[in-house]
């Protein structure tokens, strides 16, 4: 069973950084497309962004420029550095993978941004 925890949520200020992490099991993330979902409270879950078994990354336009999709193979883990933190980034932030036409999501972390 392909397991994805997510952690390093906090509550943050605006402008601040955070790295989100997804700690990936059962399968290698250099294999697959993985991606970095958000929903915030009464809001439908958002692509944030992606990242392909190539390396290749890609970002939706809210996101762009501030946020980067990360891996590192070795720990088989999926980051999501985040940098110039708005109030509307607060939600909670899901890693995801395909994998055989099955949708895997972690459990969520949260990220709450506000002064």
């Known amino acids: 069973q392909v397991q994805l925890v997510e952690s390093g949520g906090d509550f943050m200020q605006p402008g601040e950084s955070l790295r989100l992490s997804c700690v990936v099991s059962q399968i290698m993330v250099s294999q697959y497309p993985m991606g970095w979902y958000r929903q915030a409270p009464g809001k439908e879950r958002e692509l944030v962004g992606s990242i392909s078994s190539e390396g290749r990354t890609d970002y939706k336009d809210f996101v762009k420029g501030r946020f980067t999709i990360s891996r590192d193979n070795a720990k088989n883990t999926v980051y999501l550095q985040m940098n110039a933190l708005k109030s509307e980034d607060t939600a909670v932030y899901y890693c995801?993978?395909?994998?055989?036409?099955?949708?895997?999501w972690g459990q969520g972390t949260q990220v709450t941004v506000s002064s």
């Open positions: 995801h993978v395909r994998v055989l036409n099955v949708d895997y």
